[in-house]
């Protein structure tokens, strides 16, 4: 069964380091999404891909890298993470055709 | 741009009730989005609830049904008799069409059914 994973599942982080945050795919789908998602804004968009090498801004890509070294693999990077960081972060896959998206468990991050 | 509007940030209904949960969208990109609800259970990631790709049809799953209404531009989620462990938060979503933009997601419902 396809699927998509993310790790850790929980992260405590401090202010002013670094995290990173992996998501695996095994549906073998090109396009590949990082969300937030905070209470009053549902998801947003981060950062996405249309396939290994590419990253491509979603909607608030400000404080955030993200590196798609493989077709299965997709990582959101917080360089110096801030309080207003912490969050819910959920990874996807998808079919730019058809549009609908798989979602891993997401990862709960606090930055303190 | 696109957009997903869901006017409701929480529902709370009594079970065996009846359900709707308003999205309404814009798209300026395509004439004939797909359309998507998915739902998230507490300590889970969201899933896919139902889809519809042709406008004027329907989408049902888990008793849940949703119509494609191209000229109100709706895609609401009805439930006829709604039960406990239908608690969840609801999404609707516009679905991307090609590799020039990305999928748009209201902000969610909360629904709580109070036994």
């Known amino acids: 069964e396809a699927a998509v994973t993310q790790s850790p599942r929980n992260k405590v982080a401090v202010t002013g380091g670094k995290v990173t945050l992996s998501c695996n795919q095994t549906?073998?789908?090109?396009?590949m999404y990082w969300y937030r998602q905070d209470t009053g804004h549902g998801l947003r968009l981060i950062h996405y891909s249309y396939g290994a090498g590419s990253t491509e801004k979603g909607d608030i890509p400000d404080g955030y890298k993200a590196s798609r070294p493989s077709q299965e693999n997709f990582s959101l990077i917080l360089e110096l993470a801030t309080p207003s960081q912490t969050s819910v972060y959920f990874c996807?896959?998808?079919?730019?055709?058809?549009?609908?998206?798989?979602f891993g468990p997401g990862t709960r991050l606090t930055v303190l | 741009g696109d957009s997903v509007t869901q006017t409701e940030g929480q529902v709370t209904v009594s079970e065996s009730k009846s359900l709707i949960i308003n999205c309404t969208y814009s798209t300026t990109s395509i004439a004939y989005p797909n359309l998507f609800w998915y739902v998230r259970y507490p300590g889970e990631g969201l899933q896919l609830l139902l889809k519809v790709i042709t406008a004027g049809q329907k989408g049902s799953s888990r008793g849940f049904e949703a119509t494609y209404n191209k000229e109100t531009t709706s895609f609401h989620l009805q439930k006829a008799s709604v039960q406990e462990s239908d608690s969840a938060v609801y999404y609707c979503?516009?679905?991307?069409?090609?590799?020039?933009?990305?999928?748009?997601f209201g902000a969610g419902t909360k629904l709580t059914v109070k036994p």
């Open positions: 996807a896959s998808g079919d730019p055709l058809g549009g609908e998206q798989y």
């Open positions: 979503a516009l679905g991307a069409h090609n590799n020039n933009n990305a999928p748009r």
């Open positions: 549906n073998n789908h090109n396009n």
